[in-house]
């Protein structure tokens, strides 16, 4: 193994620093036609993936609307449907009493036969 004195490690950070610069200062400026074309190229990737997002959010609220108007046309329906229902009930209801009443009305004439049978018989 060589051992390097002091002056060849001056030599060797200065030349390696030399080599950084020179390597910075090679990096194409800012209006180099390969500069401009990757700017250009990552722009349209950003706005393509900006109407990638774009879309998924329209579809995202659509499907909201969708399932408002979904929730909302079934509320209506179960609405109507209770609606039909209470009506039937108070149809049923009033039918029920009529029949009650009718049943009372033919009971009570049948009493009233027996008790007038009966007082004929007497």
């Known amino acids: 193994m060589k051992h390097q004195d002091f002056g060849e490690r001056l030599n060797a950070a200065k030349n390696a620093k030399q080599a950084m610069a020179e390597k910075f200062r090679q990096r194409p400026g800012l209006d180099d036609p390969a500069v401009a074309e990757r700017r250009a190229a990552r722009a349209s990737i950003s706005a393509a993936r900006d109407a990638r997002t774009a879309e998924r959010e329209a579809k995202r609220l659509a499907d909201e609307a969708n399932r408002v108007a979904e929730d909302a046309r079934m509320a209506a329906e179960r609405e109507a449907r209770a609606v039909e229902q209470a009506e039937q009930d108070a149809r049923m209801a009033a039918e029920k009493a009529a029949d009650d009443a ?21």
Request: positive net charge; hydrophobic residues 40%; aromatic residues 4%.
């Open 102 to 122: 009718r049943l009372e009305v033919e009971r009570k004439a049948a009493r009233d036969a027996r008790y007038a049978a009966r007082k004929a018989r007497k």
